[in-house]
């Protein structure tokens, strides 16, 4: 049994790492969907600290990505030289911070940012606490448009260009590599990047779900009073969830704006948010395998479709936009999934046990 499972990890691993060198014969684009999906999976991850283990409906989680990514944006990027000249002054050669120095302060701002929407709200459950988070999100990509006058520093709805791409130990990830005469493409490169973040992410986020302060986050999801009477101090694991939950959003975002080389507020909208949540609830809440699942469906699918929506627009005579169509699609296997498989497609297996014993 022992040797089935590590067989299985092994051929999983070397899955994985040669992936992203079979897709890229058939064109940089498939990678680049996996390197999507990959950055939804870190997203997935945090919230499901915050929503699965906890219980706390977030629905502003967009706003941490938008954090770590304008961190990096404003700190890979020559805008701030351009704006404060006694910067420029300080920095001649322009501001191009280590990755290694960006990423801590990313998740760092970002965790700060995710105590701060769990202070007002340890009172609230449900509904309310959903609406409150709701409009912490939406003030957050406000911020960002008007952020412009009368001091410009986010460069408002124009967004930030000209970011540094990621570079690890000397290797520029915005340039393809050429191993002899073998050559790896740039969004290969940070595939591999993404892939060991994730890996690390979903190593925490396992240690934390069976670790004392995981199992006080699941009693507070279940019965928030029964909890408290207990003795746990609900405060503070709410404000360690939303903060913890919050760091992975702020390295996803960092990781974006690398990636991108431009980010804009119009990337961390509500519908941004809303796909996050229903990645976490349409995999299976709580439950590490099915979150990751959840992701990879909903990031990698509308991209797949492409390709479907194509020809089904040329049936309907070019009447119905092809956007449209992948949203259609999307939405109705959404339907049918949640009313086939209600608790996810992939639920723990633990979750529920107390009502099938009975």
């Not at 448009?145 to 690890?168: A, E, F, R, W």
């Amino acid at each position: 049994m022992k040797m089935n499972k590590t067989l299985q990890f092994t051929l999983i691993g070397v899955g994985l790492l040669i992936l992203p060198l079979v897709l890229q014969s058939f064109g940089n684009a498939w990678v680049r969907i996996a390197d999507m999906a990959l950055l939804y999976i870190l997203l997935a991850i945090g919230l499901n600290i915050v929503v699965g283990y906890a219980g706390l409906l977030d629905l502003g989680y967009v706003a941490f990505f938008a954090v770590g990514a304008y961190m990096y944006g404003l700190l890979s990027s020559p805008h701030l030289i351009s704006t404060f000249t006694t910067l420029a002054s300080t920095f001649p050669g322009g501001l191009h911070m280590s990755i290694w120095l960006i990423l801590p302060l990313a998740a760092a701002l970002a965790g700060l940012f995710g105590m701060l929407l769990g202070a007002p709200t340890l009172k609230l459950r449900g509904d309310y606490l959903a609406i409150v988070t709701l409009g912490f999100g939406e003030i957050i990509r406000v911020f960002l448009n008007n952020l412009d006058h009368p001091v410009n520093i986010t460069n408002g709805p124009k967004g930030l260009s000209q970011i540094d791409p990621i570079s690890i130990f000397g290797v520029n990830l915005g340039q393809k590599l050429m191993i002899g005469d073998y050559e790896i493409a740039s969004v290969s490169l940070y595939y591999y990047l993404f892939l060991s973040l994730v890996l690390m992410a979903v190593l925490i986020s396992h240690r934390l779900e069976v670790s004392r302060i995981g199992r006080a986050w699941m009693a507070i999801r279940e019965d928030e009073v029964a909890a408290k009477a207990m003795g746990l101090n609900t405060r503070n694991l709410k404000l360690l969830a939303f903060g913890m939950g919050a760091t992975f959003g702020g390295v996803s975002g960092a990781m974006f704006a690398g990636f991108q080389g431009f980010i804009s507020p119009e990337s961390f909208s509500l519908m941004e948010s809303v796909m996050i949540v229903a990645m976490v609830v349409l995999g299976g809440l709580g439950y590490l395998p099915g979150v990751i699942l959840g992701a990879i469906l909903l990031s990698a699918l509308p991209e797949v479709l492409r390709y479907v929506a194509g020809p089904l627009q040329e049936m309907t005579g070019g009447r119905l936009d092809a956007a449209i169509l992948r949203q259609l699609l999307v939405a109705l296997a959404m339907i049918v999934i949640m009313l086939m498989r209600p608790r996810g497609l992939w639920p723990s297996p633990e979750h529920g046990k107390s009502l099938t014993t009975k």
